[in-house]
């Protein structure tokens, strides 16, 4: 029904900056949101940021002021800029998104959502 793409990562020396791009596909009617997470080695996956349909985001605390979420409502695109960053940024990142989705039998939503990871690898 929906597939979520991730690109953009890749390997960058502390303090440069990486673009990650996620694009939605499938029957869509609306997406509500759409996130980034991410998992480091040995760690719990944790939220990064999301942004919702009007636009308002939310951040976790480590990444406010260096990371930025937006999205491109025309393309199902939602983009994650990383500046400045550091050997703790280094991770999997994920894309997910809750869709409102096109059925031959309605409209149904769903979250949960996940994309197939993209690496980040930040060197000190």
């Known amino acids: 029904q929906v597939q979520l793409v991730e690109s953009g990562g890749g390997l960058v020396q502390v303090g440069g900056s990486l673009r990650l791009s996620c694009a939605a596909s499938?029957?869509?009617?609306?997406?509500?949101?759409m996130g980034w997470y991410r998992r480091a080695p040995g760690k719990q996956r944790e939220l990064v940021a999301t942004i919702i349909s009007g636009g308002t985001t939310n951040y976790a605390d480590s990444v406010k002021g260096r990371f930025t979420i937006s999205r491109d409502n025309a393309k199902n695109t939602a983009y994650l800029q990383m500046n400045n960053l550091e050997p703790e940024d280094t991770a999997v990142y994920y894309c997910?998104?809750?869709?409102?989705?096109?059925?031959?039998?309605?409209?149904?939503?769903?979250?949960?959502?996940w994309g197939q990871g993209t690496q980040v690898t930040v060197s000190s």
């Open positions: 997910n998104a809750d869709v409102t989705y096109r059925s031959t039998t309605g409209y149904y939503r769903r979250g949960g959502y």
């Open positions: 499938g029957t869509i009617f609306s997406i509500n949101a």
